[in-house]
C-alpha cells in the first residue's frame, strides 16, 4: 500500500490564499482535515488512504485528495447524491486543481440559477421536468 504524506504547509498555504483571493478576508472559511481510503486508478481492487483537505462554503462542500507527491484530485457536492468532478482525472499542481474545482462549481451554480430563472418549460398546456 502506498503511504502518501500529509499536505504540506506549502500546498495549505496556496489554497488558503486563494480561497482568500476568490471570497475575501470577509469570508471565514476554514479547512478540515481527513484521510479517506479511495482507488487511485481504475483497475485497482483496493483501496489506498489519502489525506484529503475540505471546506464549505455558500452551501457547497469542497474536497481536495492528495493522491501523491504533486499529484491532487478535487470534487464539490451539495448532498450525497450530488457530486461533481471538475473532468480532469488527476493534477499535478494544487493551485491548478483548486482554481478548476473553483471554476466548475462557479459554472455549474451559474447554470443551476439559469435553469431556475427559466422555470419548468410549457407544451400544449403540460410542464416539462
Request: hydrophobic content about 30%; glycine content about 8%.
Amino acid at each position: 500500500m502506498a503511504n502518501i504524506n500529509d499536505f504540506t504547509d506549502t500546498e495549505i498555504w496556496t489554497v488558503e490564499s486563494t480561497l482568500r483571493e476568490r471570497w475575501g478576508n470577509d469570508h471565514s472559511i476554514e479547512l478540515q482535515y481527513a484521510d479517506a481510503e479511495i482507488r487511485l486508478h481504475p483497475g485497482d481492487r483496493e483501496t489506498t488512504e489519502c489525506p484529503v483537505m475540505l471546506w464549505s462554503y455558500d452551501g457547497c462542500n469542497y474536497v481536495i485528495f492528495k493522491t501523491g507527491q504533486q499529484k491532487y484530485r478535487a470534487q464539490f457536492f451539495y448532498r450525497g447524491y450530488q457530486q461533481y468532478g471538475t473532468g480532469v482525472h488527476e493534477y499535478d499542481d494544487i493551485g491548478d486543481c483548486l482554481i478548476s474545482l473553483l471554476q466548475v462549481q462557479a459554472d455549474h451554480d451559474r447554470d443551476q440559477k439559469m435553469e431556475e430563472e427559466k422555470g419548468p418549460q410549457r407544451v400544449r398546456g403540460q410542464a416539462i421536468e
